[in-house]
Nanobody, 125 residues
Framework: QVQLVESGGGLVQAGGSLRLSCAAS????????MGWFRQAPGKEREFVGG????????YYTDSVKGRFTISRDNARKTVWLQMNSLKAEDTAVYYC??????????????????WGQGTQVTVSS
């Protein structure tokens, strides 16, 4: 059974940084693309970024480009989301998700088969 466990959320001032972690278990981590999504109150779940199974290809939504970085370590079965220059509009619950192939349609949440429980990120202005 696949489990994804996020950590690292919290309260930070605008301009600050946070690093989210997502630890995976249950199947061969290195075979699957990973993604990060977020959901703010009253809004739909939004794609933040995605990374291919081998870590070579990374994709971001426009609003986080240049501020957020996705990385993964397949030996440690972990994917990270480094968030810098945080803004109030980044406030949301952040979810990691695992696809079902090495490279997926990253922006579409329907392509992901497993989801973590989410971690709250709150940016105060």
């Amino acid at each position: 059974q696949v489990q994804l466990v996020e950590s690292g959320g919290g309260l930070v001032q605008a301009g600050g940084s946070l690093r989210l972690s997502c630890a995976a278990s249950g199947r061969t981590f290195s075979n699957y693309a990973m993604g990060w999504f977020r959901q703010a109150p009253g809004k739909e779940r939004e794609f933040v970024g995605g990374v291919s199974s081998n870590g070579l290809y990374r994709y971001y939504t426009d609003s986080v480009k240049g501020r957020f970085t996705i990385s993964r370590d397949n030996a440690r079965k972990t994917v990270w989301l480094q968030m810098n220059s945080l803004k109030a509009e980044d406030t949301a619950v952040y979810y990691c998700a695992q696809g079902n192939s090495p490279s997926d349609n990253y922006r579409n949440p329907s392509t992901y088969v497993y989801w973590g429980q989410g971690t709250q990120v709150t940016v105060s202005s």
